[in-house]
């Protein structure tokens, strides 16, 4: 069974530019979550999709924001980038009850590497 | 902003030795706590959980405690290994369901 997947890997872009990241979550479920991990820091929520609706909102700018899809994909997008928003992106997925005791835990993806010149 | 603490941001062990991580949290309404393990270049993988309504929880290997009226997790590693190395994170989750993560501990493990 695939997990969750996200692209791309990396990317570099300058300052004011504007950046889309996807993820595809493991089959079956319906909650995504985004997180930013900055270097040396741990990882700060930023927003969580189920159904197709947004949930939850972390402490972030509006120039964060995102979306879910029908089949429950989700993008990310941040406009007007700045140098701070240089990160590892990370989207986790998990079953129709999202991380609850009854269902467990978040599966993670491997992340987008974001920098910003 | 919302975070859960950690006590100490770098561990280091013989293999061999037990390992203890430490973490703090804010909210005395959360009811479910995470640890993750997040080795280098990868995503956090799931370590471990435990509900509110208990004080310790046993895995392979792993047991984690919780004092709830200090508001304190720890992950306790018995016998520690090389392939241990990474930064673990404890996480809780709120009535809302959000995760919120700590800071995260690298646990150096010496051969």
């Known amino acids: 069974e695939a997990g969750v997947t996200q692209s791309p890997t990396h990317l570099i872009k300058t300052r004011g530019q504007q950046v889309t990241l996807r993820c595809s979550p493991i089959?079956?479920?319906?909650?995504v979550y985004w997180y930013q991990q900055a270097l040396g820091l741990g990882l700060q929520f930023l927003l969580w999709?189920?159904?197709?609706?947004?949930?939850n909102r972390g402490n972030f700018p509006p120039r964060f924001s995102g979306r879910q899809f029908p089949n429950y994909s989700s993008e990310l997008n941040v406009n007007a980038l700045e140098l701070e928003d240089s990160a590892l992106y990370l989207c986790?997925?998990?079953?129709?009850?999202?991380?609850?005791?009854?269902?467990?835990?978040?599966?993670f993806g491997e992340g987008s590497r974001l920098t910003v010149l | 902003g919302e975070s859960v603490g950690l006590h100490l941001p770098t561990l280091s062990v013989q293999e061999g030795d037990n390992s203890i991580i430490n973490c703090a949290y804010s909210?005395?309404?959360?009811?479910?706590f995470i640890w993750y393990k997040q080795e280098s270049g990868k995503g956090p993988q799931f370590i471990i959980d435990?509900?509110?309504?208990?004080d310790k929880r046993q895995g392979q290997r792993v047991t984690v405690l919780l004092n709830k009226t200090v508001k304190h997790l720890s992950l306790q590693i018995a016998a520690t290994q090389p392939g241990d190395s990474a930064v673990y994170f404890c996480?809780?989750?709120?009535?809302?369901?959000?995760?919120?993560f700590g800071q995260g501990t690298e646990l150096s493990v010496k051969p």
């Open positions: 909210n005395s309404a959360s009811d479910y």
């Open positions: 999709y189920d159904e197709g609706e947004e949930r």
């Open positions: 089959s079956g479920h319906t909650s």
């Open positions: 435990i509900r509110s309504n208990m």
């Open positions: 986790a997925s998990s079953s129709p009850q999202g991380a609850t005791p009854n269902t467990g835990e978040l599966f």
């Open positions: 996480a809780e989750v709120n009535q809302g369901g959000k995760l919120i």
